[in-house]
């Protein structure tokens, strides 16, 4: 139980384009999910907080224009990167929180390496 | 505020011997604290949590950490490593009465097993 997959798992873009990664729970429902991005052998940096039906909260210094969070249904919220440039080239991994127990877990989705021309 | 120290940015080991990874924290409300593997190009597993209950916990893969709270620390430990180990480890801490679950990780630990 409590898996949590991405689409795409690797994407390549030009300079200029926009980006749409999917992250979905599987088999519960999340109504929070956290978007992190990863620079290579670094820890993860929180992006932001997406709650269902809500606009996200984003961390200190992430351009909430830049980078898009919907968090439409109870399974599926989506980062976008607009006008995605080579700086914005990284890991992007996505997490659902899964309250089990009164005690809260994340769980992880596969991440999503992107690649900016 | 709460944040993690890991000590150690990489530790190697030889395959059978003990595996330790050190995790301190800081937090100035009760915290639950977690341990992930990332194996490279993939997210992060779940290994195990504290939450309040029993000191030793016990993860999957034969991993186990201890909270001690007078040491604010939370260290992992496998008796005896195997190849498949090798992987980045985080410490991870949640805030969970004022920061809605977010998890504040530590820089993570490389751990290489040596044959």
């Known amino acids: 139980g409590a898996v949590v997959s991405q689409h795409p798992s690797w994407v390549i873009c030009k300079s200029g384009t926009s980006v749409k990664i999917e992250c979905r729970s599987l088999d519960f429902q999340a109504t929070t999910m956290f978007w992190y991005r990863q620079f290579p052998k670094q820890s993860l940096m929180l992006m932001a907080t997406s709650n269902e039906g809500s606009k996200a909260t984003y961390e200190q210094g992430v351009e909430k224009d830049k980078f898009l969070i919907n968090h439409a249904s109870l399974t599926l919220s989506t980062l976008t990167v607009t006008s995605a440039h080579p700086e914005d080239s990284s890991f992007y991994i996505c997490?659902?929180?899964?309250?089990?127990?009164?005690?809260?877990?994340?769980?992880f989705g596969p991440g999503t390496r992107l690649t900016v021309l | 505020a709460q944040s993690v120290t890991q000590l150690g940015s990489h530790v190697s080991v030889s395959e059978g011997a003990l595996v330790l990874l050190r995790c301190n924290y800081s937090?100035?409300?009760?915290?639950?604290l977690f341990w992930y593997v990332q194996y490279p190009n993939q997210g992060l597993q779940l290994l195990l949590k504290?939450?309040?209950?029993?000191?030793l916990v016990k993860g999957i893969n034969g991993f186990e950490a201890e909270f001690k709270k007078s040491e604010t620390s939370f260290h992992l430990t496998k008796p005896s490593a195997h190849m498949s180990d090798a992987a980045e480890y985080f410490c991870a801490v949640s805030d969970i009465f004022g920061q809605g679950g977010k998890l504040i990780f530590g820089q993570g630990t490389e751990l290489s097993v040596k044959p």
């Open positions: 937090s100035s409300v009760p915290p639950y």
């Open positions: 997490s659902a929180r899964a309250p089990v127990q009164g005690a809260d877990t994340q769980y």
């Open positions: 504290y939450t309040s209950a029993a000191t």
